[in-house]
């Protein structure tokens, strides 16, 4: 269960930087619109921030990297 | 400056690899001293040829998503005073918009150079009182054998909590007492301030937290993800407004970055607050001399002395420039290193006890 998910918040990662880039020109043109626009950038860093977030949690922990059990 | 006639760069592999690697290493350090990751990263994205403006902007949008992730992890390891973190935050806001305006003002003065003059001005002498402050205590602490001792609170710590005639106060569960909210605004004025003029707040809000509000250095490290967060949502709203925020550099650096702050935060459950001390210590030491020399350059670009060789200049700012990805280096290997360090003696600690289990 723990690396099917793991490997599920991967591909949306993935997937996510994909779009980022494949909609490059889309996305410095809406960046550089200015004024309430600004909710592009900070909404897509809340998103990536989730999921970007969560993944990069798992991935230590796949690896054995965890942090020390308090008492 | 309008936005639309700014130049975006391409993206090339080596420059998405590079930020992938400072996003990493100043994420490792950011995860664990809660601050201190983020200010190689404004030079670094513009010696790729991205405007400076862009640049910051750039860098605020990566930290408010990062800081925001750290202070969740490290909120579930018990270490964030929310209320402190808020409370801070909110006045910090209102330092960034001040500090802000201050740079403005200098630069329509005098230039490229004077704001740059006044950045490293500025650099120098906070983190020659401050970094200076939380090296001695270190070292204090280290000669003492009292490393591995639960902090003692300051005697100006104690002050602030027992002083009565500075007004309304509230109560802080990580200093464990009540926090006058006077004390609190040229706290989080000055962090946000600094954050605002050398994009690393945290120099001044984590000691403040801690030498002056009395909460443990674990837990000011951590609480100032929580101030962090909300600047970064501040300053990327600001820049975002202004169209500056390029979002493929800021998420390009977020990638490294939150594998980075992930390890950092896990590294504080392992180690002893000391070392947080020990980490910022190291840190500040070394930007401070990255800071003090390239003032002469800026001096002599705006005339006050002597007219330096453009071949001296340009040595000393390659040499300013490595000597503070040096600083964020050392210290992702100081974190990394007591990382292992604690992880080992907390798997001989429970192999010994598993042994002893068998025995019995």
């Known amino acids: 269960m723990k690396w099917i998910k793991f490997l599920a918040f991967g591909a949306i990662v993935a997937g996510l930087y994909g779009m980022l880039f494949a909609f490059e020109a889309d996305v410095i043109r809406l960046c550089k619109q200015g004024g309430w626009y600004f909710l592009f950038p900070v909404g897509v860093a809340f998103v990536f921030s989730y999921f970007h977030g969560a993944f990069t949690g798992m991935f230590w922990d796949v690896l054995g990297v965890q942090a020390k059990q308090s008492k | ?360």
């Open chain 2, 1 to 360: 400056m309008d936005a639309s006639s700014l130049n975006f760069i391409d993206l090339t592999v080596g420059n998405v690899a590079f930020l992938l690697f400072v996003g990493f290493v100043g994420g490792l350090v950011s995860g664990f001293i809660g601050s201190g990751g983020a200010f190689v990263l404004t030079p670094a994205m513009m010696s790729m040829g991205v405007p400076g403006i862009v640049a910051v902007a750039s860098n605020i949008c990566h930290k408010f998503p990062k800081a925001l992730v750290a202070a969740i992890k490290r909120h579930k390891y018990g270490h964030v005073d929310l209320r402190v973190g808020i409370i801070l935050g909110l006045s910090a806001e209102l330092g960034m918009l001040y500090g802000a305006g201050v740079q403005q003002g200098i630069k329509t003065r005098l230039g490229d150079a004077g704001s740059n003059l006044y950045v490293s001005a500025a650099f120098v002498v906070v983190l020659a009182i401050v970094g200076t402050w939380v090296m001695v205590d270190a070292l204090n602490l280290y000669r003492r054998g009292a490393t591995d001792q639960e902090e003692q609170v300051t005697r100006l710590a104690r002050w602030v909590q027992n002083v009565q005639w500075l007004g309304p106060r509230f109560y802080s569960h990580g200093a464990k007492a009540h926090i006058p909210w006077l004390v609190t605004l040229p706290i989080g004025f000055a962090t946000g301030m600094l954050a605002a003029t050398i994009a690393v707040g945290g120099f001044v809000g984590v000691p403040a937290m801690h030498y002056v509000l009395g909460l443990p250095s674990m837990m000011a490290s951590a609480t100032e993800l929580v101030i962090a967060f909300i600047m970064g949502l501040g300053g990327t709203i600001k820049f975002g407004w202004g169209g500056y925020v390029d979002l493929r550099l800021a998420m390009v650096i977020l990638a490294g970055s939150l594998f980075g702050i992930q390890l950092g935060a896990i590294g504080t459950t392992y180690v002893k607050p000391f070392m947080v001390k020990v980490v910022m210590a190291a840190i500040m030491m070394l930007v401070l001399v990255s800071r003090a020399i390239i003032i002469p350059v800026y001096l002599s670009e705006l005339g006050w002395i002597e007219r330096i060789a453009d071949s001296t200049t340009a040595l000393l700012k390659q040499v300013s420039f490595w000597i503070m990805v040096a600083a964020l280096v050392v210290g992702a290997v100081i974190v990394l290193g007591s990382l292992v360090s604690g992880m080992r003696a907390h798997a001989s600690e429970k192999a010994a006890q598993a042994q002893d289990i068998c025995e019995d």
